[in-house]
């Protein structure tokens, strides 16, 4: 059903198609930084996984999949957010200055964790096809793709199922301690922009320099857990992730856990900027928020 102009004030709505927007944004214009660090990380090394060629090998899963994965993460946050808000909005009445030091970094961190499980729904797959197309290890998303959906005539639904979502777990412990340490910082440097600028909206650009910041920080801190999800997700066997973790610092040390720390910490900066830049502009563009009231 079309998308009425009295729908876009609602901050569901809203949230919906500007993180569309900045997700498609932010995974397309750097997606070369992405794919040189999965190679980085590849078990195989830099050169054999591929090196700096074609480095927009995958991107078709991309195309697909960051609309509805960013969209999905928005919405969960932005809900649970205003949500949790208006009920610790209740909870102190009298002390407002109570809620607002202890209880919006927790909702924060409450929030975007919720919207980083909710996004792995679309993530999770879209990035499995997309890293062993980075690797080369297929000649393109479509081709990773169908040899996957070819695992049903040996392995039935249950097996693709499996492969299109290996590593979700450990995707998940990545994204959500990341997001734990990004959002809430971009939140907090927000909040601190309208107190000191003393006005109520924050421009695009305070946003995405917001964003590069607390993204650049969260980016650093999750780079083993990182490593670990790109090495889960090459694989084509099955994998468990303390083994895995044994056997890298058995083999490599723990410097192998800090591969591709550098393309990372760049592509994040740049992608917290663009990110959360976009989203701003997008959020700020489709107009100002409506609540019903009930």
């Given at each position: 059903?079309?998308?009425?102009?009295?729908d876009?004030?609602?901050p569901?709505?809203?949230?919906?198609?500007?993180?569309?927007m900045?997700?498609?944004?932010?995974?397309?214009?750097?997606?070369p930084?992405?794919?040189?660090k999965?190679?980085?990380q590849?078990?195989?090394g830099?050169?054999?996984?591929?090196?700096f060629r074609?480095?927009y090998?995958g991107?078709?899963?991309?195309?697909?999949?960051?609309a509805?994965?960013?969209?999905?993460?928005?919405?969960?946050?932005?809900?649970?957010?205003?949500?949790?808000?208006?009920s610790?909005s209740?909870?102190?009445?009298g002390?407002?200055?109570?809620?607002?030091k202890w209880?919006?970094?927790?909702i924060?961190?409450?929030?975007?964790s919720?919207?980083?499980?909710?996004?792995?729904?679309?993530?999770?797959?879209?990035?499995?096809?997309?890293?062993?197309?980075?690797?080369?290890?297929?000649?393109?998303?479509?081709e990773?793709l169908?040899?996957?959906?070819?695992l049903?005539?040996?392995?039935?639904?249950?097996?693709v199922w499996s492969?299109?979502y290996?590593?979700?777990g450990v995707?998940v412990?990545r994204?959500?301690?990341?997001?734990?340490?990004q959002?809430p910082l971009?939140?907090?440097?927000?909040e601190?922009?309208?107190?000191?600028?003393?006005k109520?909206?924050?421009?695009p650009?305070?946003?995405?320099?917001f964003?590069?910041a607390?993204g650049a920080?969260?980016a650093?801190?999750?780079?083993?857990?990182?490593v670990?999800?790109?090495r889960?997700?090459?694989?084509?066997?099955?994998?468990?992730?303390?083994?895995?973790?044994?056997?890298?610092?058995?083999?490599?040390?723990?410097?192998?856990?800090f591969?591709?720390?550098?393309p990372?910490?760049?592509?994040i900066?740049a992608?917290?900027?663009v990110?959360l830049?976009?989203?701003?502009?997008?959020y700020?563009?489709?107009?100002?928020v409506?609540?019903?009231?009930p």
């Amino acid at each position: 059903m079309p998308i009425s102009v009295n729908d876009v004030g609602n901050p569901y709505t809203k949230a919906l198609l500007a993180g569309a927007m900045a997700g498609t944004t932010v995974d397309l214009s750097l997606y070369p930084i992405d794919t040189l660090k999965t190679r980085l990380q590849s078990s195989k090394g830099f050169i054999a996984a591929g090196g700096f060629r074609g480095i927009y090998a995958g991107v078709g899963s991309v195309v697909i999949g960051s609309a509805p994965g960013a969209a999905l993460f928005f919405v969960t946050y932005e809900s649970i957010k205003v949500s949790l808000l208006r009920s610790s909005s209740d909870s102190y009445p009298g002390a407002p200055q109570l809620q607002n030091k202890w209880t919006e970094p927790l909702i924060h961190m409450a929030a975007a964790s919720a919207g980083e499980v909710a996004a792995c729904a679309v993530r999770v797959p879209t990035e499995v096809v997309k890293q062993r197309a980075q690797a080369i290890q297929y000649r393109s998303s479509l081709e990773a793709l169908q040899a996957i959906m070819a695992l049903r005539s040996t392995l039935g639904f249950r097996g693709v199922w499996s492969e299109l979502y290996r590593g979700w777990g450990v995707t998940v412990m990545r994204e959500v301690p990341f997001t734990v340490i990004q959002f809430p910082l971009w939140e907090a440097m927000k909040e601190w922009r309208r107190r000191t600028a003393g006005k109520d909206d924050i421009t695009p650009i305070e946003s995405a320099i917001f964003g590069s910041a607390a993204g650049a920080v969260a980016a650093g801190v999750t780079t083993p857990l990182d490593v670990l999800k790109t090495r889960i997700m090459l694989s084509t066997g099955k994998v468990e992730v303390w083994p895995l973790l044994s056997h890298i610092l058995k083999t490599s040390g723990p410097r192998a856990f800090f591969a591709g720390l550098g393309p990372r910490v760049l592509w994040i900066s740049a992608g917290g900027a663009v990110f959360l830049g976009s989203y701003q502009w997008a959020y700020n563009a489709l107009g100002p928020v409506t609540f019903n009231q009930p």
